[in-house]
Each structure stands twice: as structure tokens, then as C-alpha cells.
């Protein structure tokens, strides 16, 4: 079984940064591809970004030039560095590790960005 912990989150004005981590206990991290989601009030659970086990990478447009998605399977976690943050980013933004056969879900970190 493999928790999935996320931590980072907090308020930040517009503009700013922020790192959000997905620390992983149990299981082979380095199998899993990884994704972040993120569910704003209202709204369903979008995919922002994701990253393979291979390290290919994706983003949602709303995010491309601004977040940037990465892992380190050595400390099995992986990592969602956002920055110039706009107040439609505000959400609770949720971990997901997946494979073949499995698929896991963390607890998610509210971000809110205030203008």
C-alpha cells in the first residue's frame, strides 16, 4: 500500500511562488507516473501536470510556461514548483500516483492566491 502525503500549499499573493511536495511512503515510487490535479471550488478535479516514470512531462495550457512538474525517486517524492500564481489557481491540489495496476491518491493542500 502506498500514502501519499502533499504539503506546500498555502496563501501567496498574485505573482508569487510556490512548491508544492508529494512525499510517497510504501511501494516502488520510481514505477509510478505521477500527477497533479486540482479542484477548485465549484469545479471539477483538473489535470495540471504530470510526469512518467520515464520523465516525460506534461501540462495543462492554463499552467505551460508557469509550473513545473519533477520527481526525485532517491527521496520518493515528487514536486510542483508554481510560480507568477494568478488567483484562478486557487484550488485544492491533490497527488496521484499511478500504475498499471494501481492508483493512489493523497489527502491534497489548499493553495489560494489572493489579488
Known amino acids: 500500500q502506498v500514502q501519499l502525503v502533499e504539503s506546500g500549499g498555502g496563501l501567496v499573493q498574485t505573482g508569487g511562488s510556490l512548491r508544492l511536495s508529494c512525499a510517497a511512503s510504501?511501494?516502488?515510487?520510481?514505477?509510478?507516473?505521477v500527477d497533479w490535479y486540482r479542484q477548485a471550488p465549484g469545479k471539477e478535479r483538473e489535470l495540471v501536470a504530470g510526469?512518467?516514470?520515464?520523465?516525460?512531462?506534461n501540462y495543462a495550457d492554463s499552467v505551460k510556461g508557469r509550473f513545473t512538474i519533477s520527481r526525485d525517486n532517491t527521496r520518493k517524492t515528487a514536486y510542483l514548483q508554481m510560480n507568477s500564481l494568478k488567483p484562478e489557481d486557487t484550488a485544492v491540489y491533490y497527488c496521484?500516483?499511478?500504475?498499471?495496476?494501481?492508483?493512489?491518491w493523497g489527502q491534497g493542500t489548499q493553495v489560494t492566491v489572493s489579488s
Open positions: 510504501g511501494g516502488v515510487f520510481s514505477i509510478f507516473t
Open positions: 496521484n500516483a499511478h500504475s498499471e495496476l494501481n492508483n493512489y
Open positions: 510526469i512518467t516514470r520515464g520523465g516525460s512531462i
